[in-house]
Nanobody, 126 residues
């Protein structure tokens, strides 16, 4: 069974930094893209950053220049380095992976699907 587990959230003052990690575990055949989404109270979930297996990354305009997404393919892990955090960055951050599980592959499925982590709270406040 495939799982995505996030870690690294917490409370930080404005201008501070946090690093989120997302580890995919289980019987994995392949991971194409990994990404981070966030959802603030009363708002829709939005894409923060995503990265493909070859390292191509894209970011929401609101985080460009402050956040950096990276990935360790050997560890099936993605990271989100968040610098110069602002109160408006406060949200639950969710990891997402476009992933094909090994049992799905062997049962005849050849296209990946979305997997989600449980979310980690990031609070930016003085």
């Amino acid at each position: 069974q495939v799982q995505l587990v996030e870690s690294g959230g917490g409370l930080v003052q404005p201008g501070g930094s946090l690093r989120l990690s997302c580890a995919a575990s289980g019987s994995i055949f392949s991971i194409t893209a990994m990404g981070w989404y966030r959802q603030a109270p009363g708002k829709e979930r939005e894409l923060v950053a995503a990265i493909t297996s070859d390292g191509s990354a894209n970011y929401a305009d609101s985080v460009k220049g402050r956040f950096t997404i990276s990935r360790d393919n050997a560890k099936n892990t993605a990271y989100l380095q968040m610098n110069n955090l602002k109160p408006e960055d406060t949200a639950v951050y969710f990891c997402n992976a476009d992933l094909l599980a090994r049992d799905e592959y062997w049962s005849g499925r050849y296209t990946p699907r979305d997997y989600w982590g449980q979310g980690t709270q990031v609070t930016v406040s003085s």
